[in-house]
């Protein structure tokens, strides 16, 4: 799916996280980061039968992934990432090991996308239940969250995300949970250990010749 990037585009509002929507925040240095500010940011908030994210990084892609189990196979992935003269929201369905596949199901809908000052902002909403492949992916259901972000090739491929052990949620959450979360490297450092191996499920989004990376 491209999409244009969008003029007028309101920065995201991390104010309402906790009473409003859900929301988790990164940032190495400052667990205090201040609205948009952060290093990363996901905000999500269910509204009757569609979920409504909004990520933002200091990157040129950044991605919210979901799974099941502590194990590859039935994740679900979306990423935005900067294109010349537009952005990319790419839904991702992986399969066991195999590299993940961008569906074109329409599952992903309402997209937005700005990059600017070295910022990617993307919006899209999605159903809470899609059927992929007779598999549904169901976010009633509680599901592991992974949080990444990183750089774009000059010929637009995803390359290695910044972080070695990229953020996740230390169990499994419901998307109407309404939690806001800000954390920063030591207490990152601190959940690492309990924190679902998600490093294998995005390395194999990256192209073959970025493999060498990980």
């Not at 929301?23 to 999500?44: H, I, L, Q, V």
Request: charged letters at 20%.
């Amino acid at each position: 799916m491209i999409t244009l990037y969008v003029l007028g585009f309101e920065m995201i509002d991390f104010g309402s996280c906790g009473t409003q929507k859900g929301c988790f925040r990164f940032d190495r240095e400052n667990s205090a980061c201040p609205n948009d500010y952060c290093e990363y940011g996901a905000t999500y908030r269910v509204e009757n039968q569609n979920v409504h994210f909004e990520l933002t990084s200091l990157s040129d892609w950044v991605a919210i992934g979901f799974s099941s189990d502590d194990r590859m196979g039935g994740d679900d992935i979306v990423i935005c990432k900067r294109m010349h003269g537009g952005g990319h929201v790419g839904h991702y369905f992986s399969q066991g090991y195999m590299p993940p596949i961008e569906r074109s199901n329409g599952a992903i809908s309402d997209t937005q996308v700005r990059y600017e000052d070295g910022r990617i902002t993307c919006r899209f909403s999605r159903a809470l239940k899609v059927n992929i492949d007779n598999t549904y992916v169901d976010f009633n259901n509680d599901w592991y969250q992974l949080y990444a972000w990183g750089p774009v090739s000059d010929g637009g491929a995803i390359m290695q995300h910044y972080l070695d052990n990229t953020p996740a949620s230390h169990r499994k959450l419901v998307l109407s949970h309404r939690r806001n979360e800000i954390r920063n490297r030591a207490t990152h450092l601190q959940l690492s250990a309990t924190l679902v191996p998600f490093t294998l499920l995005l390395s194999s989004l990256l192209p073959l010749q970025s493999m060498y990376l990980f």
